[in-house]
C-alpha cells in the first residue's frame, strides 16, 4: 500500500463551481500536511500548510485535516479558469521524509 | 529571493550519452532533495542532503545514478550512461522551516 493515496482525476468543472480534491494516507505518524499545485511545465509550488487536524483557510482555498480517518481535502470556492493545474498533496512526520500524492489534474472551464 | 535555480532545463541527449543536472537551493536551506517525475510515478524522492551530507539515497534508481553536494550552494545529479527510461522531469527543492521549495524541473529527453 502507498503511503499516500491521491485520485489522478482528471477533474473538469465549470468555472464558479466548488471543487473537492482529496487524499487519503496510512502512516498515522504524519504530522504536517501540505498542498502543492503544479501549473503545466512547472515546479510544484505551496499552496496550503496545516499543522495537525482542523481547517485552515486562505482566500478561496480551504485546507481540512482529519486525521481520525486519515484523510485531507483541498477546497476550492468560486474556481477559476487559472485555478487549472494539478494539485499535489504531500505530508511529512517529524522528520524531513515528505510523502506526495501523485496529484489530480484539475481543469476549470470559462 | 531568486528561488531554487536548475540547469538546464531541458536537455535532449542519446542513449549511453552522460547527463548532469545541476542545483542552487536557497540561500540558508540545509536541506536538499533531487525528485523525479513522471506521469505515470508521480514524484519519486531520489536523494536527500542534510548540511550537505547525502541522508536518504534509497531511491536512487541504480548505480548509473549518483549525486553530490561540494557545498552549501550547489548540487548535481549525474546520470551515466542515460537510458530512454530516464526521461522524466528532474526536480531540485531545497526545505527550511517545515516545507520545501522547488525549482522550475529539468526536463530530460534520453532517445
Known amino acids: 500500500q502507498k503511503e499516500v493515496e491521491q485520485d489522478p482525476g482528471p477533474l473538469s468543472v465549470p468555472e464558479g463551481a466548488i471543487v473537492s480534491l482529496n487524499c487519503t494516507y496510512s502512516n498515522s505518524a504524519f504530522q504536517y500536511f501540505m498542498w502543492y499545485r503544479q501549473y503545466s511545465r512547472k515546479g510544484p509550488e505551496l499552496l496550503m500548510y496545516t499543522y495537525s487536524s482542523g481547517n485552515k483557510e486562505d482566500g478561496r482555498f480551504t485546507a481540512q485535516v482529519d486525521k481520525s480517518s486519515k484523510y485531507i481535502s483541498l477546497f476550492i470556492r468560486d474556481s477559476q479558469p487559472s485555478d487549472s493545474a494539478t494539485y499535489l498533496c504531500?505530508?511529512?512526520?517529524?522528520?524531513?521524509?515528505?510523502?506526495f500524492g501523485t496529484g489530480t489534474s484539475l481543469t476549470v472551464i470559462p | 529571493d531568486a528561488g531554487v535555480i536548475q540547469s538546464p532545463r531541458h536537455e535532449v541527449t542519446e542513449m549511453g550519452q552522460e547527463v548532469t543536472l545541476r542545483c542552487k537551493p536557497i540561500s540558508g536551506h540545509n536541506s536538499l532533495f533531487w525528485y523525479r517525475q513522471t506521469m505515470m510515478r508521480g514524484l519519486e524522492l531520489l536523494i536527500y542532503f542534510n548540511n550537505n551530507v547525502p541522508i536518504d539515497d534509497s531511491g536512487m534508481p541504480e548505480d548509473r545514478f549518483s549525486a553530490k553536494m561540494p557545498n552549501a550552494s550547489f548540487s548535481t545529479l549525474k546520470i551515466q550512461p542515460s537510458e530512454p527510461r530516464d526521461s522524466a522531469v528532474y526536480f531540485c527543492a531545497s526545505y527550511r522551516g517545515n516545507t520545501i521549495y522547488f525549482g522550475e524541473g529539468s526536463w530530460l529527453t534520453v532517445v
Open positions: 504531500a505530508m511529512r512526520t517529524t522528520g524531513n521524509q515528505f510523502y
